[in-house]
C-alpha cells in the first residue's frame, strides 16, 4: 500500500504519519448509525485502489488477495461471522476494496438518508448487497478472534460478542498484531 488514511471527524492524537481526511458535515448522518459513513467513503475516495478495513480487524498477513478485482465493482468478503463455517452470499464489510469512487452509492442513499426509520432495519452490508453486484474473496483468508488462524489467514475478524479487541487485550492475536491507543 502507498499509503494510509484515516478518515474521521477528529483528527487528534493520530500519528502524523497518516493522512487524515475529514469527515464533511453532513447533518442527516448526524441522525443515523456511524457505519453508514462507508457509504459516503466509497463514493470520494481517490481512484486507484482503496481498501477499507475495519477498527476491529487484525491484520496477520499480506492483503494482496483482497485488493480489488474489477474496475467497476466492490469486493467485500462473503461469509457469515455467525455461522463461521458456512459460506454465505451475504456480503460482510470488515474488509472492502476497490478501484475508483463509486458515487452512485451515495446518490442512492442520499435519497434515503432523510427519514432515519427507512434505515432502521438496515446496515451497509445490506444496503451493498441490495445495491451493488460484488466481487467476493474466497473467506478462507478470514478467521474470527477466538478461531485457530490457519496458513491462509489474513484478516482476524473481531465482529460479534465477546471478541472486541479491548475485551480480549491477553489474548496472543491481540497482543501481537493491535495496538490500543
Known amino acids: 500500500m502507498e499509503s494510509f ?3 474521521t471527524d477528529d483528527s487528534t492524537n493520530i500519528d502524523p504519519g497518516i493522512i ?3 469527515l464533511p458535515n453532513i447533518p442527516q448522518m448526524n441522525k443515523i448509525h456511524p457505519w453508514w459513513w462507508k457509504v459516503w467513503i466509497y463514493a470520494f475516495t481517490d481512484p486507484g485502489v482503496n481498501v477499507w478495513i475495519d477498527l476491529d480487524v487484525l491484520v496477520v498477513g ?4 483482497f485488493y480489488p478485482t474489477s474496475d467497476i465493482k466492490l469486493t467485500t468478503l462473503y461469509k457469515r461471522f455467525d455461522r463461521p ?6 456480503v460482510q464489510c470488515s474488509i472492502c ?72 487485550l491477553d489474548n496472543e492475536y491481540v497482543q501481537k498484531y493491535w495496538k490500543k491507543i
Open 5 to 7: 488514511t484515516c478518515f
Open 20 to 22: 487524515c481526511r475529514e
Open 62 to 65: 499480506n492483503l494482496d488477495v
Open 85 to 90: 463455517d458456512e459460506l454465505s452470499d451475504r
Open 97 to 168: 476494496s476497490w478501484k475508483n469512487p463509486i458515487p452512485e452509492m451515495w446518490d442512492l442513499f442520499t435519497m434515503v438518508y432523510d427519514d432515519p426509520s427507512l434505515l432502521e432495519n438496515l446496515s451497509d452490508q445490506h444496503y451493498i448487497e441490495r445495491m451493488m453486484n460484488t466481487d467476493k474473496v474466497d473467506p478462507k483468508y478470514t478467521t474470527l478472534l477466538g478461531h485457530t488462524p490457519t496458513q491462509d489467514t489474513r484478516l482476524i475478524i473481531c465482529k460479534g460478542e465477546h471478541r472486541n479487541p479491548h475485551d480480549n
